[in-house]
């Protein structure tokens, strides 16, 4: 990914592309960075402006004390786009990041054509965090939400990364829950896209989450909305997509064979191709 460059207020970005060919923001997922997005980056910046973030309080933006605010963060995300004079463009967020691209949209509708929810139709798992009771009812759902809470508020060591890159086993064990198939993953682009994980701030929305109205913020979009999801997303049931339809306007759902939580690592070609649909506005 090229080099990355910093505000003056602290947001990390990374900018890639030709400005005459449509413009992409893209915003990672819980405790990730804007590593998560290199391959997607490259793909899509070869006909069109790129524009990958850090949401503050993650990447290297991360803080000890796990400070995070999801009004400030996303006036933040707002007031970058106006400076890097962002218009007409398409937000893609992924998980948990839909939350955040959804306020960004309702701050900045201007800004803003289309919004594409990657793995981001979590409205059972929403319900489950502000209402742990429910994970006796679904278990395996609320394991789910665990783990993948908890893998974003630990930072991965490099060591371990490169380790997992090594070893299809150790890959198998330890990410089962996020992908599809751990064995098939790309080592070096697993390295890449993790590097940077992890915040306390994770632990701060799962203490704040009865504070954060999931189906108050999808409301407020005012623009269409795609949905792209991996076929074995173990977050996200056919009903969710239902559900999420009652609360954006979905023009496109797409569903990503033999892909999981993480397509910008599983099945990084395809979602660049879908993205560039999106985009162009072209049919599915």
């Known amino acids: 990914m090229d080099r990355w460059s910093q505000t003056e207020d602290g947001v990390r970005y990374v900018e890639h592309g030709p400005v005459t060919g449509g413009t992409y923001v893209l915003v990672h997922g819980l405790g990730g960075s804007l590593e998560q997005w290199s391959e997607i980056v490259r793909r899509l910046g070869h006909s069109a402006r790129v524009l990958a973030i850090d949401v503050p309080g993650f990447g290297r933006s991360r803080t000890a004390t796990g400070a ?71 278990p395996l759902l609320g394991l789910t939400v665990a783990t993948q809470f908890l893998a974003g508020l630990l930072p991965i060591p490099r060591q ?13 064990a330890l990410l089962r829950p996020f992908v599809a198939d751990p064995r098939s993953l790309d080592a070096t682009l697993l390295v890449e896209t993790l590097t940077g994980t992890g915040s306390p701030a994770v632990l701060r929305i799962l203490f704040t989450a009865k504070a954060i ?58 979602l660049a191709d879908l993205l560039i649909a999106s985009g162009s506005g072209a049919d599915d």
């Open 213 to 270: 109205a999931y189906d108050t913020m999808l409301r407020s979009v005012q623009q269409p909305v795609d949905l792209i999801t991996g076929d074995a997303d173990r977050l996200i049931a056919d009903e969710d997509r239902q559900l999420v339809r009652a609360l954006v306007r979905v023009e496109r759902d797409v569903v990503i064979d033999d892909c999981g939580h993480w397509p910008w690592l599983e099945q990084p070609a395809e």
């Open 68 to 138: 995070f605010d999801v009004e400030a963060a996303a006036a933040t995300i707002a007031r970058f786009c106006a400076a890097k004079q962002v218009h007409d463009s398409v937000l893609v967020s992924h998980s948990v990041g839909c939350v955040m691209a959804a306020r960004v949209a309702a701050l900045a509708p201007e800004r803003f054509r289309r919004l594409v929810f990657v793995s981001g139709a979590l409205v059972r798992a929403s319900e489950l965090t502000q209402h742990p009771g429910r994970a006796l009812r679904e």
């Open 160 to 172: 371990l990364l490169t380790a997992m890159a090594r070893s299809a086993l150790l890959r198998s």
